[in-house]
């Protein structure tokens, strides 16, 4: 009833407009809120799942485009153990991520160019990661992947890590790997992806102890 006599109430001020001082307008709408994605982070010592407002097209634009990311409805997990907490809301500096999982779609067709896929493989903290970086053709995978933004999307990718004494092996659709710390990274092969035998570097920079969550879809392997 009274969304009713509103619209009324304004076809009458369009036809004759009252004084300003008596005008009545109903409220403007809330503007729409972007959607919130999963959001699945990699840190130097946990593991972490929540939400994030998408405010950008895709992950890794949002990832590129801002220095911190707000997340909610947030679980943790520690890869020391078997520690698991929750946390309602927090927020996540761009330095304390190695990597981002990337769950649901790719982002505009619109947007893509032609590329051609070039295999890589890197150390990035405790994690290796092998899988696809889009590049043009003829150029150099990994002087592309070095000047990038700092966060550089992977397709077809595996992580691999330890969760104490447990080795865990990830399949993803896409993983965005902050490439400010990567200890290493090397072409790779499409039949099979070899590590080299590198001492790896810790990875600089503060990080996040305690919360930051985890929940991983995919495969995974355990040692037997």
């Not at 947030?74 to 927020?91: F, K």
Request: charged share 30%.
């Amino acid at each position: 009833m009274s969304s009713c006599l509103t619209r009324r109430a304004r076809l009458v001020f369009r036809r004759d407009p009252l004084p300003e001082a008596v005008r009545v307008d109903a409220p403007a709408p809330a503007p729409a809120l972007p959607p919130e994605v999963e959001f699945i982070g990699y840190a130097e010592d946990c593991l972490f799942r929540g939400h994030v407002r998408m405010h950008a097209d895709r992950l890794s634009d949002l990832l590129n485009d801002h220095d911190e990311y707000k997340l909610v409805d947030v679980l943790v997990e520690d890869l020391a153990g078997d520690r698991t907490i929750q946390i309602r809301d927090i927020v996540i500096a761009r330095d304390e991520l190695l990597l981002v999982q990337v769950v649901g779609p790719r982002g505009d067709r619109g947007r893509r160019v032609r590329t051609r896929q070039h295999p890589l493989a890197l150390q990035v903290g405790p994690y290796q990661v092998r899988g696809y970086l889009h590049a043009l053709p003829g150029t150099d995978p990994v002087s592309s992947f070095r000047h990038r933004r700092p966060m550089v999307p992977l397709t077809e990718a595996w992580i691999e890590y330890r969760q104490g004494n447990t080795h865990q092996r990830r399949q993803v659709a896409t993983v965005v790997v902050n490439r400010h710390q990567v200890d290493w990274v090397v072409e790779a092969h499409d039949s099979e992806v070899e590590m080299p035998d590198l001492f790896v570097q810790p990875a600089q920079g503060p990080l996040v102890k305690d919360f930051t969550a985890y929940a991983l879809d995919g495969p995974t392997q355990r040692d037997r």
